[in-house]
T-cell receptor
């Protein structure tokens, strides 16, 4: 069974700090990796995707992928209280188009 | 770009009635749409994959006769919850995959969700 694991948190960081969110996945055939942010009562919104080993930066966000370790992470620099949300890691496997979601990590950024 | 809408945003209905939820991709074509359900403080659970012009593929444990999915066009998929009961109360979210996106970048874009409350 394909699994995506995340620490449920909450992860608490002070404003201005770097928040590090981690995700592991079970299937080495995984193709693409996505990070979504979900505010309470709202639907997920895409932050970024990554499909090659290494780092991918977009503004304050950096996604890191290590396929050998089956590990993907999201770093948020200069964390703001508005970043407080649940962050969902999602993995797309080779077969089909569906995404498998992790349980999400709740991030709290304290002023 | 990549906007997905859902209608209605929220609905309250009596037990035993049917509720239809629409999911539209507004500025792109989506041969594939997905329907998720999310209970409070839980992650998204994929219910079914909706394919334009063909039958939907349901995940294990999801009753296809209760959750009717129709994907009649490249921009519209509907989910009908038939004979709804209180345990069907949940947050239903659709997503759409851009058919013309380059391989590896075919992300799913989510609609705003529909909150269903069955009394």
């Amino acid at each position: 069974q394909k699994e995506v694991e995340q620490n449920s948190g909450p992860l608490s960081v002070p404003e201005g700090a770097i928040a590090s969110l981690n995700c592991t996945y079970s299937d080495r055939g995984s193709q693409s990796f996505f990070w979504y942010r979900q505010y309470s009562g709202k639907s997920p919104e895409l932050i970024m995707f990554i499909y090659s080993n290494g780092d991918k930066e977009d503004g304050r966000f950096t996604a890191q992928l290590n396929k050998a370790s089956q590990y993907v992470s999201l770093l948020i620099r200069d964390s703001q209280p508005s970043d407080s949300a649940t962050y969902l890691c999602a993995v797309k496997y080779n077969a089909g188009n569906m995404l498998t979601f992790g349980g999400g990590t709740r991030l709290m950024v304290k002023p | 770009g990549a906007v997905v809408s859902q209608h209605p945003s929220w609905v309250i209905c009596k037990s035993g009635t049917s509720v239809k939820i629409e999911c539209r991709s507004l500025d792109f074509q989506a041969t594939t749409m997905f329907w998720y359900r999310q209970f409070p403080k839980q992650s998204l659970m994929l219910m079914a994959t909706s394919n334009e012009g063909s039958k939907a593929t349901y995940e294990q444990g999801v009753e296809k006769d209760k959750f009717l999915i129709n994907h009649a066009s490249l921009t519209l998929s509907t989910l009908t919850v038939t004979s709804a009961h209180p345990e069907d109360s949940s947050f239903y979210i659709c997503s759409a995959r851009d058919s013309k996106a380059a391989e590896g970048t075919d992300t799913q874009y989510f609609g705003p969700g529909t909150r269903l409350t069955v009394l």
